[in-house]
């Protein structure tokens, strides 16, 4: 088992890419605590990884508020005394075309999934830099790579993710952290659960593959990225996409 006894963190665990994340995570050996905004989601999410107790825990934490990361963290440091990995996977959309966008829609989703991912990730350095080692990993998009129609906070959001784990990369590798940013092209989650079967039909003619992703395809990336195998990868942007951006 590739992450036997490492220690990681799912923001946005609760569903799609997050919860399959959690899962692939639990099956590689590691201790996972799931986070997610909501604490009915989180037990529901728990529920259904059906965790052992010793390898899973389920946290209710909004990662825009600072207060609620460092509890977690406390909690998981007290009972494991060490944090390996950092996903920030949490993230939100509220989409409009420029001219309609709303300061609260633009505030709202730079909030979550840029913010949300500093703030993350500023909370967990401390430990990893005390063990010496560590990985952060971003979720960013293929979105973030070129952008998309009535998405302008949501692509500024995951362009900006990007440009962390580049800065990153260079601040903490020379201390051991490790940090790659993840962009996932048309994945089969919730998210697409209102798209018309005939625009869904659409998004697979444009991916040379000719289908959509799994969440599991994307865990299986964040799998690799956060285990030893990967030592030598740090500060990359890999495209889990079916090669949406070719």
């Known amino acids: 088992m590739r992450l036997k ?20 995570f639990l099956a590689e050996g590691a201790c996972v605590a799931l986070a997610d905004r ?6 529901g999410a728990v529920a259904q990884l059906h965790g052992d ?24 440091l007290a009972e494991f005394g060490r944090i390996d990995v950092l996903i920030n996977n949490a993230g939100i959309t509220q989409d409009a075309r420029l001219q309609n966008m709303t300061d609260e829609q633009f505030d709202q989703v730079i909030e979550v999934n840029l913010k949300g991912v500093f703030t993350a990730s500023q909370a967990v350095v401390p430990a990893m830099l005390a063990q010496g080692s560590g990985v952060i990993l971003n979720a960013s998009s293929v979105v973030g790579l070129y952008g998309n129609f009535g998405q ?22 020379p201390r051991g ?70």
């Open 177 to 246: 952290i490790r940090c790659n940013a993840v962009c996932p092209g048309f994945i089969a989650t919730g998210l697409l659960g209102t798209i018309p079967d005939k625009v869904l039909a659409q998004l697979k003619d444009r991916v040379p593959l000719r289908r959509l992703g799994k969440p599991e395809e994307v865990a299986n990336v964040y799998s690799f990225l956060a285990s030893d195998e990967a030592s030598y990868v740090n500060g990359a942007v890999i495209e889990v996409g079916g090669g949406l951006t070719i």
């Open 152 to 173: 302008t906070n949501y692509a500024a959001s995951k362009f900006g993710v990007i440009g962390f784990v580049k800065t990153w990369a260079r601040e903490l590798g």
């Open 5 to 24: 006894t490492k220690v990681a963190i799912v923001t946005g665990g609760a569903q799609g890419i997050g919860l399959a994340t959690a899962r692939k």
């Open 38 to 43: 909501s604490e009915q989601a989180v037990a």
């Open 53 to 76: 107790g010793a390898s899973l825990r389920g946290f209710a934490v909004d990662v825009t508020r600072r207060g609620q990361l460092d509890r977690m963290i406390g909690e998981l």
